[in-house]
């Protein structure tokens, strides 16, 4: 076996800006592919795509301004895949030389000999088809951003958050702070026997501080984190200017935020417990975003609405039967899947199955109207094409159907977020995410958040705690009265989540406005708890 090329960046911070690592480029890509795919194609596969990979990831915990924790890893390998008489196999290895890449193909293959003929064993009439894609050959593409994290010295990121931890600390009230930044490259080469061929490298990260204050005479105690969320950006995102609402610049307001978040966790601590019962809310886009996840994301992955996803957190509500028909939601409601979207989690230039990034609508005047699909669901139900929603977390892995950047849209002339306070007589603003439940169908749900201001008379009125809002997701989004303007408009996001057996990680984004919901049912947690 040929040495390897070393896994760690370029020490010049800051080169080639938006390039693929020359270092990825330095692995036998082409050879292996060619070596893989034409042994596919001998063994009789139809199809076999080849993917090789590297991801790193890196981490750095630190609690009370000073370390405590770091991890830097390295994921590397290759994977191929084939279909062989209607039925998938796979196969993953870790040796780059030719005679392994054939080797994994030859394994793949058996695989797919072996579940066909276990399906046909079992009377199953069932084959796999995959939608025709258009051919993409030898593209690059590379996600939005300025600066590596990984050319950042560690000595740096640790000194900027033991900093921003120190600030924190040295407000009154604040007892402990919490800080960590995770920091992913990923790297791509997809190669199949129809011709595509794409090489692809994305950058993400996500910065939490979270402060905490402790009661000394009677243990009690409430925390709370900044609402900064995870980007596809680089370093840039923590040290560079801040945008306005609606027109982001390339770092988030981390002073702004800081200076705020001792200030609102004492609000917090003295805050009335909320009284249970009907409210109008007024949601942030830092809280509405997780409502999408759970309640639109993972409903409208066809995989999941046909039962073909179960095991892992369930089906959906959203049936195919129901597709131009199910009222999901007000006539306010537009709700996009997008794989285009500058600086999303889930952007990307070609899906794990070559084919390019898309946007399409899921749902369309409050009525669903679409899917998440890959090539094999897009065929199997008739649309023709995919919408670019195969990915696989790693090169040890096959890729499944996953979420892509699902957003609710803006009003294009919407009301600020004072705006839609003003129609409030008795209601909730709540901001920042926290816990949440949702049934197995994606139904019935329950959302807490960071924090909670009572609004009377179209004001603010204070912060109110141990609150949660419940609703089915149809009550809940019919709900929707108003939806605010593109100034309102915030891209959340998660790096975790979850989805396949044996289970997979990916990182998705949700933009959103703020949106203002009618008569919601509210809990107090405390009570519900026996407390």
Not at 229 to 248: D, M, Q
Not at 356 to 372: E, R, T
Request: charged share 20%; proline share 6%.
């Amino acid at each position: 076996m040929p040495p390897l090329p070393p896994t760690s960046t370029p020490p010049t911070r800051g080169s080639a800006p938006r390039e693929v690592d020359p270092l990825f480029l330095a692995y036998p890509l082409r050879v292996l592919a060619d070596a893989a795919l034409t042994r596919a194609r001998e063994l009789g596969a139809t199809h076999a795509d080849f993917r090789l990979e590297r991801v790193r990831s890196a981490s750095w915990r630190l609690r009370d301004a000073r370390p405590a924790g770091t991890s830097d890893s390295v994921q590397l390998g290759f994977a191929v895949r084939v279909l062989l008489d209607g039925a998938w196999g796979f196969a993953a290895g870790v040796d780059l030389t030719t005679d392994a890449a054939a080797r994994v193909a030859e394994q793949a293959v058996a695989v797919a000999r072996l579940s066909g003929g276990i399906s046909r064993a079992a009377g199953s009439a069932e084959r796999v088809e995959l939608a025709a894609e258009p051919v993409h050959r030898d593209v690059t593409w590379v996600s939005a951003y300025e600066v590596n994290p990984f050319e950042v010295p560690d000595a740096e990121k640790t000194a900027l958050l033991a900093g921003w931890s120190s600030r924190l600390l040295a407000a009154e009230g604040v007892s402990h702070v919490q800080a960590t930044l995770l920091t992913v490259q990923e790297n791509k080469f997809y190669a199949d026997t129809a011709g595509t061929v794409t090489t692809q490298q994305r950058i993400r990260l996500h910065p939490v501080l979270e402060a905490t204050s402790v009661d000394g005479r009677t243990g009690a105690f409430e925390s709370m984190r900044t609402l900064a969320p995870p980007v596809g950006r680089g370093w840039e995102y923590l040290t560079g200017a801040p945008g306005s609402p609606g027109l982001p610049g390339a770092g988030w307001d981390w002073d702004a935020e800081l200076a705020e978040l001792p200030v609102l966790l004492a609000e917090k601590r003295k805050a009335p417990s909320v009284e249970p019962g009907r409210y109008d809310l007024v949601i942030d886009p830092s809280n509405l975003w997780l409502t999408i996840h759970e309640s639109i994301g993972h409903a409208t992955e066809l995989d999941r609405a046909l039962g073909y996803e179960a095991a892992y957190a369930g089906t959906s509500f959203a049936t195919f039967d129901q597709l131009g028909s199910l009222r999901y939601g007000s006539e306010l409601m537009h709700v996009t899947g997008d794989r285009t979207a500058e600086h999303g989690l889930s952007t990307v230039g070609y899906d794990d199955e070559g084919v390019a990034a898309q946007s399409w609508d899921l749902v369309k005047d409050g009525v669903l109207v679409g899917y998440q699909l890959d090539r094999a669901m897009a065929e199997l139900k008739g649309f023709g094409r995919s919408n670019g929603c195969a990915y696989a977390d790693s090169p040890a892995h096959v890729p499944v159907q996953r979420m892509a950047n699902v957003s609710l849209q803006p009003a294009a002339d919407g009301p600020s977020t004072e705006g839609l306070f003003a129609g409030v007589e008795n209601g909730l603003y709540i901001v920042g995410d926290r816990s949440w439940s949702i049934d197995m169908q994606r139904y019935n749900f329950q959302f807490t958040g960071q924090r909670a201001y009572a609004i009377k008379n179209g004001e603010l009125a204070g912060q109110v705690k141990d609150f949660a809002y419940q609703a089915t997701t149809t009550d809940f989004w019919g709900s929707m009265t108003a939806v605010g303007g593109p100034q309102t408009y915030v891209l959340g996001g998660a790096f975790n989540c979850g989805k396949a057996q044996p289970g997979q990680v990916a990182a998705v984004s949700h933009g959103c406005p703020s949106a203002l919901f009618r008569n919601v049912n509210v809990l107090n947690t405390q009570q519900e708890a026996g407390h």
